[in-house]
């Protein structure tokens, strides 16, 4: 296979757009004779339905081994693309200052371009796949610590 898709988490997605139509139900049923009530229901049914369109087909990462690049898309047209002989570290650290559960995983080349894969999105086991896959075709890529446990954590239970 030449290429590897690397898809937001399904999950992810049914609890935000779960939520999003709690907070529409909530907000139509609170108040159904407001005088904008449609305008409120058509922006908010745009908003939804391009959320759910972004989520399911516009975020992913793309290991493209042809190319030899790994890409990560947002908003269906947004493009972060790093050439994979570039990279020179992998970074799993955490997201927030505060954060030790939110963490993301920085690929980083020798411009100091990142790509950033947040555990909110892609699941540890998938971030795992990531290093390895990109290990296997540059082993030059060197790992901080905690990159090396996800590595090591997700062998253990393939």
């Known amino acids: 296979m030449e290429k590897i898709k690397y898809p937001w988490d399904w999950r992810v997605l049914l609890l935000g757009a779960g939520g999003f139509v709690i907070a529409f139900t909530i907000a139509i049923i609170s108040n159904p004779s407001h005088p904008q009530i449609r305008e409120f229901i058509t922006i908010f049914a745009i908003f939804l339905l391009f959320v759910i369109t972004n989520f399911t087909f516009g975020t992913y990462g793309l290991l493209d081994k042809k190319a030899k690049t790994i890409t990560r898309t947002d908003y269906l047209f947004y493009t972060k693309r790093i050439k994979i002989a570039d990279i020179k570290f992998i970074n799993y650290r955490p997201t927030w200052i505060m954060g030790g559960l939110a963490r993301s995983l920085y690929i980083i080349d020798d411009k100091e371009n990142v790509i950033e894969f947040p555990n909110v999105g892609w699941y540890e086991p998938i971030l795992a796949n990531i290093v390895n896959d990109l290990k296997k075709l540059n082993p030059r890529i060197?790992?901080?610590?905690?990159?090396?446990?996800?590595?090591?954590k997700y062998e253990r239970h393939s």
């Open 142 to 152: 060197e790992l901080d610590e905690s990159a090396e446990e996800l590595v090591k």
